[in-house]
């Protein structure tokens, strides 16, 4: 899996490193890309201002789009960390959401 | 990815996702690609039936024929003749049976006659339907998810695809040939960009149908997970009852349906595709013509229904059909045009087109990886990983078809009387598969390609060779009764079979170049053989 190295401002990873760092990014794409593609789909079929059914269907319809973003987001953010917070800020506000829905009901 | 520019992450994540599903999606791809056709191949896997022709009487005589087969029945299911098969197909159930899809009695009818003709038991172009979303000899609903996850790594592949091509149209028009990696890319964005929007449509739709399954948060949450409170409020399935009449039931003789019948064809361009009979032979019968196709895809291609009292031909209230809102809509839309079961024969082969084209995009990117990666192994000698994909490669991309070729093979061959012969027909698919798997590993890597890609060529063109000498006259005969379904399954077997003749031929002429030119980057599709 050995890459060009483009940009030398960033430290270079040893074979070991890269490793983890693919897994890392790969859960975070496959797990956690589909646990806010999720969290998002539920969250958006309660919030929508739209009738339930029609509510449901958009943000079903939308969530792989979602997912698909979320996974390339993943592989793409400069390094693993960053991936990971900018993702976990992502996931918040649909969490937040459901948790208050939770909550109150 | 650390110490990579967006682009370039997104070429990393292009080739890993396409590569690591790649021969599942080329499998899904041309399985898909053919059931577009699934009812003309399954129409071809019953030879006996290739000499019915389609007469303007057939529904009048269908129903004639029914009276006789099963006068008492509780329903009559009648399909008529169309351009996709000129057989007439009836079903028929007995009083207090079930009613079910596939239940009941049913029988094939011949166009013109009525008279029932032999079937040979086949699962047809649904084998190779079903395959293309639930695989085989696995718990359906494992397959659909392994289905659905390659799916999404395919929108994945492609979108990253798109993002890595900065210059996609400028790359669209290079094609530089003979130059090995260089070609092979040239071929794959050409046959990427050129059929994009149908591989991000048939994908994104693909997604869709099975998005209940997928991602079924936003029902589960809303609804608390009753999906049947989701689907009768999203209220696009009115059922299609007659009202119970308030008349004792007595026996009374049908009226004719041929003036209904034209009635119907006035108003639908594409005519009547199925006529059911509820409570044939009795004052209750009522008549239901349904439209072959559809109008709109607003609603998911549904097709508009005639209801008439079978005893006095009185029109009854059609139900009508809810409308559907916005984002419903835009569902049906994907979703019909994922199924196509509205389109016409041109718009079949476009879509089937892109279908191929599909194909041939995954085939040639897994083709690529193997390239691109060839002067690396030359020096550093053999890798048991680049010989697996290797071997993948031949058996996934030449194999498969090869497989489909016995498929229809073993249809033609296996005895017609013989026990499990549907079973056997797909036994024979797999085995051909597995064969060519072991081939791909035993033989050199180019001379595998060239051998797989030789015995597909001839397993297609003697098909209809088969077919001309045993098959009642085959294609001859069928151009001489203008039947294109028949036909058109006889030429495209060998127009594939040309093709492949043309790997083959592609395989040897660039080998006597390589061999001039050992130095040279032309290494097409050679492999690392000692």
């Known amino acids: ?105 | 990815m650390n110490g990579l520019g967006f682009r370039q992450a997104n070429s990393w994540l292009h080739t890993w996702s396409g590569l690591l599903l790649g021969w599942l999606l080329y499998a899904i791809f041309v399985t898909g690609a053919l059931s577009f056709f699934r009812d003309e191949i399954s129409f071809w896997m019953q030879p006996t039936q290739h000499a019915s022709v389609a007469h303007a009487d057939a529904p009048q005589r269908a129903v004639d024929a029914m009276q006789a087969m099963a006068p008492d029945a509780s329903l009559w299911s009648i399909t008529l003749p169309g351009p996709r098969n000129p057989t007439t197909q009836v079903r028929w159930f007995e009083q207090g049976e079930r009613r079910s899809k596939f239940g009941g009695q049913s029988v094939v009818l011949d166009g013109t006659t009525a008279q029932p003709l032999q079937v040979r038991e086949s699962r047809g172009g649904d084998f190779l339907y079903r395959f293309h979303f639930e695989l085989y000899g696995m718990p359906r609903l494992a397959a659909r998810w392994i289905v659905g996850i390659a799916t999404m790594m395919m929108l994945v592949a492609i979108i990253s695809g798109v993002i890595t091509h900065k210059k996609i149209f400028v790359d669209f028009f290079t094609f530089r040939p003979r130059k090995g990696q260089r070609s092979w890319m040239d071929v794959h964005n050409a046959l990427a960009v050129l059929a994009l929007p149908f591989h991000f449509m048939i994908t994104y739709s693909g997604l869709l149908l099975l998005m209940f399954m997928l991602m079924p948060w936003g029902v589960d949450g809303a609804y608390g997970g009753d999906r049947q409170a989701f689907f009768s409020e999203r209220g696009n399935r009115a059922a299609a009852s007659a009202p119970a009449p308030s008349t004792d039931k007595v026996p009374a003789d049908l009226i004719a349906v041929t003036p209904l019948v034209r009635q119907a064809q006035a108003m639908w361009p594409s005519g009547v595709e199925q006529i059911t009979v509820t409570d044939p032979g009795t004052s209750h019968a009522v008549i239901e013509l349904r439209e072959r196709g559809a109008g709109s895809l607003l609603d998911r291609g549904r097709s508009e229904r005639l209801l008439f009292n079978g005893a006095s031909g009185a029109p009854l209230e059609s139900p009508d059909a809810a409308k559907p809102d916005a984002f419903s809509a835009i569902y049906n839309v994907f979703s019909s045009l994922h199924l196509l079961r509205f389109a016409d024969t041109w718009l079949r082969w476009l879509f089937f087109i892109g279908g191929v084209l599909g194909s041939a995009m995954v085939a040639s990117g897994m083709v690529l990886w193997v390239v691109k990666r060839l002067p690396q192994r030359r020096k550093q000698g053999s890798h048991l990983g680049h010989r697996v994909v290797e071997g993948l490669n031949v058996a996934g991309i030449a194999g498969l078809p090869v497989a489909i070729g016995a498929y229809f093979w073993a249809n033609r061959l296996l005895p017609v009387s013989m026990q499990a012969r549907a079973d056997w027909e797909i036994k024979a698919f797999f085995l051909a598969w597995a064969a060519c798997l072991v081939h791909a590993w035993l033989r050199p890597h180019r001379k595998a390609w060239k051998e797989q890609l030789g015995i597909l060529s001839l397993l297609l063109a003697l098909l209809p060779a088969y077919d001309l000498l045993h098959g009642g006259g085959g294609l001859l005969a069928a151009l001489t009764r203008g039947s294109w379904v028949a036909a058109g399954m006889d030429i495209t077997l060998l127009a594939f079979a040309a093709l492949s003749a043309a790997g083959v031929w592609f395989l040897r002429s660039d080998r006597a170049k390589t061999s001039k030119r050992p130095a040279a980057a032309s290494e097409g599709m050679e492999g690392v053989s000692p």
């Open chain 1, 1 to 105: 899996m050995s890459k060009k190295k483009s940009s030398s401002s960033v430290r270079k990873l040893s074979p070991a490193g890269h490793r983890w760092n693919v897994a890392s990014r790969t859960v975070l794409a496959v797990a956690g890309g589909y646990a806010i593609a999720a969290m998002a789909t539920a969250s958006l079929s309660l919030a929508l201002p739209l009738p339930r059914a029609q509510a449901v269907m958009a943000a079903t319809l939308f969530s792989f789009a979602l997912y698909c973003a979320l996974i390339i987001w993943a592989y793409s953010a400069g390094t693993a960390r960053r991936a990971w917070f900018v993702s976990a800020l992502l996931a918040a506000l649909p969490a937040g959401h459901l948790a208050m829905r939770w909550a109150t009901t």
